[in-house]
């Protein structure tokens, strides 16, 4: 009764108001050979008790207490718990697309905040409620920069995550964009030469990603005026949130997209998570998703609404300026909460700790078996380091003493040879780099050869 409220008798008094005698009177157009005539060969039902008892069983079977450095674009970050204490709540956790403000201002005021604080944070003028994740919004935010231009290309680093270029590519391939990848360097940053050389006049926009896949930073300010000297838009995407509190802002750019995954929301196995569009105001009518307002009623009291465009004007395709009509409220509210939270200061020190793990980690690890590429290049929690062994075989041995070890970038990067990304954030001791440095200490290094595409 608990989990099928509906008595026996209360489904005999709807039979008899819509003037069936049963049930089966329901189904009684379906041919029988295609009814089931028998009870469904499922386990037998459970009280709640043993259901609790299963699921702790269930949870048994987990790995627990490993210690991992791996990110690439999902970050272990402390989760303040107050998050989930305020996320759960009836007025958030049930409530829908906020297109009545008269009873939705609570969503509404929270929505604003978030967009306000994303502003702060980039250094934009303006950002919508949210994307539903940080792939989607580079893709996006692409396709933004095409309809502001009128032009067709877009110009993509090699050093954006490579699954938020599959993902771009899967935007782009019907949306008649001519995608170029550009090639990094040997400092693991754009080679601004290739990228001067690959605009054209029919150059919508650049893509960047900095901190870049390798956790190096980019030279903003110079990819921007080598765009803008050729009438394209630089689109900066940010796959770590965290690293805004010590990477300077991209004020350079037209449109930053950002993935605020590390903003207090769980890993969860990959999602769902909050990304982020944020622009200058002058390309505000074509921001995709929505945005939400700050107004007064007729008495002058502060409100919010929805602003600009509704979800029925995206739902013309032809006429959209976006397919993603709707956002990540729930999710954008865990990153609100986080950023409240921590505040301007709270985040830069969660920065500056988060730099100072990984510049140990990198120096560590590389003095014991593993060579640091990109060593001279300004980078944040993320680092590469080069072995003679295969990533896969340095990896199965951490295992043993339960350590997840770098990711390898032999399938995104083949060229750099037995290369690893490596990250260490707030949650990585000093003990458990020590620890992972001496089982390393086997692997010998190696110089890489880079080949650049």
């Not at 039979?15 to 041919?31: K, T, V």
């Not at 771009?168 to 001067?196: F, M, P, S, W």
């Not at 002058?282 to 609404?305: E, H, I, N, S, W």
Request: with cysteine; glycine share 8%.
């Amino acid at each position: 009764m608990r989990y099928l409220p509906k008595s026996d008798a209360e489904r005999q008094s709807m039979l008899r108001e819509i003037g069936s005698s049963s049930i089966d009177d329901l189904f009684s157009s379906i041919p029988a050979e295609y009814r089931l005539a028998r009870d469904l060969d499922i386990p037998r039902q459970m009280g709640e008790s043993e259901i609790v008892d299963f699921f702790k069983k269930a949870a048994a079977q987990n790995a627990n207490g490993y210690v991992s450095f791996l990110g690439a674009g999902a970050y272990r970050h402390y989760r303040p718990v107050v998050i989930d204490a305020l996320v759960q709540r009836g007025e958030f956790l049930t409530s829908y697309t906020p297109y009545q403000p008269e009873i939705t201002q609570g969503t509404l005021q929270a929505i604003f905040e978030f967009q306000t604080m994303i502003c702060e944070l980039t250094g934009m003028d303006i950002a919508n409620a949210s994307m539903y994740d940080g792939s989607t919004g580079a893709a996006e935010a692409v396709m933004m920069a095409v309809r502001v231009t009128g032009r067709s290309g877009a110009l993509v680093a090699k050093t954006v995550h490579p699954e938020y270029r599959e993902v771009l590519a899967t935007y782009a391939q019907h949306q008649n964009i001519d995608k170029q990848v550009l090639a990094y360097g040997e400092d693991g940053r754009v080679d601004l030469k290739a990228l001067d050389a690959a605009l054209t006049d029919q150059s919508a926009c650049v893509l960047v990603q900095s901190p870049n896949f390798f956790g190096v930073v980019e030279d903003i300010p110079a990819i921007a005026e080598i765009a803008h000297k050729k009438g394209a838009l630089l689109i900066v995407s940010i796959a770590e949130a965290v690293s805004l509190g010590a990477v300077r802002p991209p004020r350079e750019a037209d449109i930053v997209s950002m993935e605020s995954q590390s903003f207090g929301v769980a890993l969860s196995y990959g999602g769902p998570y909050c990304g982020v569009i944020a622009a200058k105001e002058k390309y505000l009518r074509q921001m995709p998703g929505r945005l939400a307002g700050q107004t007064v009623d007729k008495d002058g009291t502060r409100g919010f609404v929805l602003t600009l465009s509704t979800r029925e004007q995206h739902i013309r395709r032809e006429k959209a300026t976006s397919n993603i009509c709707t956002n990540q409220a729930l999710v954008a509210l865990m990153a609100t909460i986080f950023m409240s939270v921590y505040g301007k200061e709270g985040i830069r020190e969660l920065a500056l700790h988060n730099l100072a793990k990984a510049q140990y980690a990198s120096q560590v690890l590389s003095q014991n078996g593993a060579k640091l590429l990109f060593a001279g290049t300004p980078r944040f929690h993320e680092f590469v380091l080069l072995t003679d062994e295969p990533t896969d075989t340095i990896n199965t041995r951490l295992l043993d003493d339960k350590i997840i070890g770098g990711l390898s970038l032999q399938r995104f990067y083949p060229e750099l040879g037995n290369a690893s990304l490596w990250c260490a954030t707030e949650l990585t001791t000093r003990e458990q780099i020590d620890q992972t440095a001496k089982l390393l200490a086997g692997s010998h290094s190696t110089q890489p050869t880079l080949v650049h595409a």
